[in-house]
């Protein structure tokens, strides 16, 4: 049971390129989130997808741009790469109940 | 837009210590978690609270739902190294459009052994 799965774990991006983050979950969760965590500004939501078929914005989402491929997989591209997106991110996705989200391991990445 | 305020941003406790930790909020939530994140990972949920006043225990772990629904307390007891991280708390308001959590900025812990 892999539960959310983030790849690549780490990048190095220097401005102006793309990339896509890729995120998949094993638990059949209607829910998926992207969120970006920085040093002492917790984790903001740049993206959710509520069911498959949909996405939203959340708190932060200049920049970026989402795809909800399948139930399984949400991933979250950056069309042109800008210092500021330096972050760890991180992919959630959750139960369509009471419960809490369940993370990925993150993605570190670095824009230079 | 709704917001936590946990605190302290952060705190040096020796081995054996207990440890408080608090998050508040100006909005009424439904449902208090508390997450801890170890360094290099993603956050790992450590308690649930989904009724106010409920007190609710995880080991050493023990949080409690504030009795006004805007506030939510965890206590570890007998801290250990291990302990060392970032704990977030998180709140979902499940009357709104999408139940989305809300994030406290969190609590990061070190221990000196």
């Known amino acids: 049971n892999a539960g959310v799965t983030q790849t690549p774990k780490f990048q190095v991006l220097k401005t102006g390129q793309s990339m896509t983050l890729q995120c998949a979950q094993d638990m059949n969760h209607n829910s998926m989130y992207w969120y970006r965590q920085d040093p002492g500004m917790g984790l903001r939501l740049i993206y959710y997808?509520?069911?498959?078929?949909?996405?939203d914005k959340g708190e932060v989402p200049n920049g970026y741009n989402v795809s909800r491929l399948n139930k399984r997989e949400f991933s979250l591209r950056l069309e042109s790469a800008a210092p500021s997106q330096t972050s760890v991110y991180f992919c959630?996705?959750?139960?369509?109940?009471?419960?809490?989200?369940?993370f990925g391991s993150g993605t570190r990445l670095t824009v230079v | 837009g709704q917001q936590l305020n946990q605190s302290p941003q952060s705190m040096f406790i020796q081995e054996g210590e207990d440890v408080s930790m608090n998050c508040t909020s100006s909005?009424?939530?439904?449902?208090w978690l508390w997450y801890k994140q170890d360094p290099g990972e993603g956050p790992v949920l450590l308690i649930a609270?989904?009724?106010?006043?409920e007190l609710t225990s995880n080991g050493r772990l023990t949080a409690q739902f504030g009795i006004t629904r805007k506030d939510s307390f965890l206590n570890i007891s007998a801290s250990i190294p291990s302990d060392v991280g970032i704990y977030f708390c998180a709140a979902l308001n499940y009357g709104g459009s999408q139940g989305n959590l809300i994030f406290g900025k969190g609590t990061k812990l070190s221990v000196k052994p």
């Open positions: 609270l989904y009724k106010a006043g």
């Open positions: 959630a996705s959750k139960r369509d109940s009471l419960y809490g989200y369940t």
């Open positions: 997808s509520a069911s498959e078929g949909t996405t």
């Open positions: 909005s009424i939530f439904n449902t």
